[in-house]
């Protein structure tokens, strides 16, 4: 287990998703957690990567956060997630969507293209009560 500034923990998740990110203290809805963070890099590139750790900032820039500094890269992906993504001025920031209570991992909806390419085709685990179609 990697405490991070005492705020959130890297721990094995669920089986079958590794390892996630949670908790080490309450969060409000609409409370900052953590930015995304990497290497930006062309879209056209990114297009070409099988990593996973890459989040589309627009049509022309793509943040590659495969780098283990970047704690957010352990965010799970979730059909019913408890935090969500915002960019601004190519910062990528994450903030809780609802009370996230300590010992909870942070979950994001990774959206419609990365659910079809990586996640359908493995069978969704993320154990929501209802799943994408």
Same mark, same amino acid.
């Given at each position: 287990?990697?405490?991070?500034?005492?705020?959130?923990?890297?721990?094995?998740?669920? /089986?079958?998703?590794?390892?996630?990110?949670?908790?080490?203290? /309450?969060?409000?809805?609409?409370?900052?957690?953590?930015?995304?963070?990497?290497?930006?890099? /062309?879209?056209?590139?990114?297009?070409?990567?099988?990593?996973?750790?890459?989040?589309?900032?627009?049509?022309?820039?793509?943040?590659?956060? #495969?780098?283990?500094? #970047?704690?957010?890269?352990?965010? #799970?992906?979730?059909?019913?997630? #408890?935090?969500?993504?915002?960019?601004?001025?190519?910062?990528?920031?994450?903030?809780?969507?609802?009370?996230?209570?300590?010992?909870? !991992?942070?979950?994001?909806?990774?959206?419609?293209?990365?659910?079809? !390419?990586?996640?359908? /085709? !493995?069978?969704?685990?993320?154990?929501?009560?209802?799943?994408?179609?």
């Amino acid at each position: 287990m990697k405490t991070i500034a005492d705020h959130m923990r890297v721990m094995h998740s669920r /089986p079958g998703t590794g390892k996630g990110l949670f908790a080490a203290r /309450p969060y409000t809805k609409g409370e900052f957690i953590v930015e995304y963070t990497g290497v930006k890099i /062309p879209t056209k590139v990114a297009d070409t990567l099988k990593t996973r750790y890459l989040f589309e900032l627009d049509e022309k820039w793509t943040i590659d956060g #495969n780098e283990h500094s #970047n704690i957010a890269r352990y965010i #799970n992906h979730s059909c019913e997630p #408890n935090a969500e993504s915002e960019i601004h001025d190519e910062h990528i920031f994450v903030t809780a969507i609802q009370d996230i209570a300590a010992g909870e !991992e942070f979950t994001m909806d990774y959206g419609e293209e990365y659910f079809e !390419e990586f996640i359908r /085709p !493995e069978g969704c685990k993320c154990r929501a009560a209802t799943h994408r179609v």
